[in-house]
């Protein structure tokens, strides 16, 4: 059975997505970190055209895309699959994926955000974002489609951990205000075993260390508004 090796950032929720995949289909693997505010490796660069993470590595070859990594896995792994065998339900739900990881910007501006109005405007494209996802939410969950965790769950974990964590921070933006139900899933995804298994344990501190501009050693940037109200 080939190697397989995650080349990842710690706080990207693209390669938690991959991370997740992995660990709720039991696949072994091996982390390799790149710092994104370093000069990238050669063999990095030949593997993923823009230079992005993740990459999954099998064997030599390489893959990159968090959305297509999760894809192989669930075409290669054994035990329970994560998406549908139905073809109109797996197209259904490879869209509620690309859904799901269009929730990262937002979600990354605001917490990049320099000033209050800038945050209110990402905070207010997060919110249409819940507001959306309440309607197609499973009404008797506990996950998207009902009773399988699929990979829809998967891909929006990541962004949705971060909203938990902003939503602390920040209590005013009232991301969650209209989507109690959302809110409900986000907290059953944060508990799950594959999600609590998907990153570094100090995940949240790191989270934190990041809106303050201390995320890499190589930077020197002012904390974000978001970080301001961390203290
Ligand atoms: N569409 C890509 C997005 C991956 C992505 O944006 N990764 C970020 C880190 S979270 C990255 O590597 N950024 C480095 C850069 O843009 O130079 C995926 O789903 O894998």
């Keep these: 059975m080939s190697r ?3 080349i990842s950032f710690d706080l990207c929720p693209f390669v938690q997505k991959a991370a997740i995949a992995l660990q709720a289909r039991g696949v072994a693997y091996e982390v390799t970190y790149i710092d994104l505010y370093a000069e990238r490796p050669d063999w990095f660069k030949a593997l993923s055209p823009y230079g992005k993470v993740p990459v999954l590595k099998v064997g030599d070859r390489g ?3 968090s959305s297509v990594i999760n894809e192989y896995i669930e075409d290669t792994a054994e035990g329970e699959p994560l998406f549908s065998a139905d073809p109109f339900e797996r197209a259904h739900e490879r869209a509620w994926v690309i859904y799901a990881s269009d929730l990262n910007g937002p979600t990354y501006r605001l917490m990049v955000a320099e000033d209050s109005a800038e945050a209110g ?3 207010e494209q997060v919110r249409q974002h819940m507001t959306r996802l309440e309607a197609h939410l499973d009404a008797d969950g506990p996950w998207f489609k009902g009773e399988t965790f ?4 998967v891909a929006v974990a990541p962004p949705l951990q971060r909203l938990l964590w902003i939503d602390a921070l920040a209590p005013k933006l009232k991301l969650f205000a209209k989507a109690p139900k959302v809110r409900a899933w ?3 995804l944060v ?3 594959a999600v609590q298994a998907s990153t570094v344990p100090d995940v949240h501190d790191r989270f934190l260390s990041y809106l303050k501009g201390k995320g890499s050693p190589t930077r020197d940037v002012a904390a ?7 203290g």
């Design 4 to 6: 397989y090796e995650l």
């Design 63 to 65: 893959i990159f895309e």
């Design 121 to 123: 405007s990402e905070a």
């Design 150 to 153: 699929t990979l829809i769950d």
């Design 186 to 188: 986000a907290t059953r």
């Design 191 to 193: 508990a799950h075993p």
């Design 224 to 230: 974000s508004w978001l970080g301001r109200q961390a």
